[in-house]
């Protein structure tokens, strides 16, 4: 469902095209393909028997060859057909043959070493062009062993075989910029230490909740409960689009704003007097719109002195989702093509400037998802002698109206799994990097999670056939305003669910409250989360002998009014850092009536000793127990965070 044109089409009509984006096999079952994600320029296991699925002219013989090595199928009556190469050694690249009834498939360019699933929400989706540093890094980036295949969105209400049409792309500067961020930091960490290719599933969704990552299995959803979970999509897609009609009308399909290329509704002179008010900064799902993708104008003014106009001025418009182009008098000023995350700051050269009243027009593409001028008040600005807001009421226009629902599939079990995770389950993968947890980190969901996280861990190892699959993720970062004093936080609790998963055998977590964004729920650092997964991973599925995490809490005793707390992994040394004379920032420390204040902390030796004057006898203590906790400096002298805990059940 890409944009599907919904003006007098059902809800039910919706649904069902929604179940059936994705077929099992090939358009033509007699046409002679792999499965993906095999392909050209792909990475296949090393060490182990990689199976192969693909579809052939039913009935016929099938042969591959592959590095002096060869697997015989036969295609079943549907066309399928699948077998199993030998184990490979670390190497290539090389070429595979598969030949079926007269014809013959090649695949070049494939290499053998280990594959990386990557997945999770947003900050796993997240691309290396909108990371820090972004210009210079896909600039730099020249290693064609790092490979990287980009599952596309997808869902389906019952486990799928296989996604058509993917593609594998080597770390160029070409293509890097589209690659995970997290895990081609983490490949590119990993590669000075482990001489093999890398490939990198990245089957990732912004906003996804744990549960679509699941299959039924791992839920206890029989078919009855499956079926209902479907009935209430249903319900809700056509109650949103009635919704949507109430609001909207009739749905235009052409954009009178534009037409044979002119930009009619950007005429400075245009009387936009009847067009509706819209908020700025808001997406167009907050104010009324939910469902919505297309295209909407809006259109404001400002005032500039005769100096601004004679010397240009700078316009912030926010973050837009997806693509925009603005204009100023009707002379365009600056465009963006797909980039939802990116604040829009354009450069207004005199020429198209006047004294007094000036009109800003904007035209705003969503192609799916959120969409709109959306972003912080202080990003929507007018810049000459002065700087003056832009935020607030502007005129709205809709152009063209499509409706895509897709994006509710990320709060719906099971969905997402069957169409992006079970048609990989047949490739063999090397681990699993995990970024998940911000859309289940509110209220009863963040203590719900450390049930769900675990069931999700060994679910996916039973697919892969593979009770010891590494599995590593990323704790939280810190996100939203400082708290002035200690409170208690649904971010902290979630936290603890991710690391009480590490009771699993080889699992591991890379801590990243220190490199958080108080306003931004996408740290732009993701470098140093790549690096900190590669040491996860060279100590959990490599075997080396390093510190591979912060300090962790051990145990703690209560002596004459301090408390005394050991650590695990304190590597060389246990570190204040920042604090030369050891002063640890983020602990808290509560007596009997269960009321906590900030403490004082010191490291001492292999310990931290934490006490309040204001609790003589202190019962409980905690650290980093915030949403942001912003300024906490426990380290081990490796340059590993501690992570945050607690030692009540409060």
Known sequence: MRGLLLCEASAIVFLVAGLAFLPSGPAAADELRLAAPAGDGMVLQRNTPVPLRGWAKPGVRVAVAFAGTSLAARAGAGGAWSGTLPAQPAGGPFDLTVVAGGERLHVADVLVGDVWLCSGQSNMEWVVADAAD?????????????????????????????????????????????????????????????????????????????????????????????????????????????????????????????????????D??????????????????????????????????????????????????????DSDVAWVNGQEVGHTTLAWNRPRVYAVPPAGLREGRNVLAVRVEDTGGGGGIWGKQEQLFVEGTHRRPLAGAWRFRLGVVTVNLDYHKTEVPTVIFNAMIHPLQSYPVAGVLWYQGESNAGGADAFAYRRLFPGLIADWRAGWGRGDLPFLWVQLASFMPAASQPTESSWAVLRESQAAALALPRTAQAVAIDIGDADDVHPANKQEVGRRLALAARKVAYGEDIVHSGPSYRRHEVRDGRVEIAFDHVGSGLVARGDAAGRIVGFAVAGADRRFVWAEAVVAGETVAVWSDRVREPVAVRYSWADNPAGANLFNREGLPAGPFRTDDW
């Open 134 to 266: 972004a210009a210079a890094e896909i600039a730099a980036a020249n290693d064609p062993r790092i490979r990287h295949l980009k599952m596309p969105r997808a869902w389906a209400p019952r486990p799928l075989a296989a996604q058509p049409g993917l593609a594998w792309r080597p770390a160029l500067p070409e293509h890097v910029g589209g690659f995970t961020a997290v895990g081609y930091y983490f490949a590119r960490s990993l590669r000075p230490h482990l001489d093999v290719p890398i490939g990198l599933l990245d089957a990732s969704w912004g906003g996804s909740r744990i549960e679509p990552w699941m299959s039924a299995r791992a839920l206890a959803l029989d078919a009855v409960a499956m079926q209902r979970i479907l009935a209430g999509e249903e319900t809700w897609a056509h109650q949103t689009l009635e919704r949507l009609r109430a609001r909207v009308g009739a749905l235009p399909e052409r954009d009178g704003g534009l037409v044979d290329g002119k930009p009619l509704w950007a």
């Open 268 to 321: 400075p002179d245009l009387d936009d007097a009847s067009w509706d008010r819209i908020e700025v900064p808001a997406r167009w799902e907050e104010v009324g719109f939910e469902g919505m993708d297309g295209v909407g104008w809006y259109r404001t003014t400002f005032e500039l002195t005769a100096d601004e106009a004679r010397s240009g001025v700078r316009i912030g418009l926010g973050t837009i989702d």
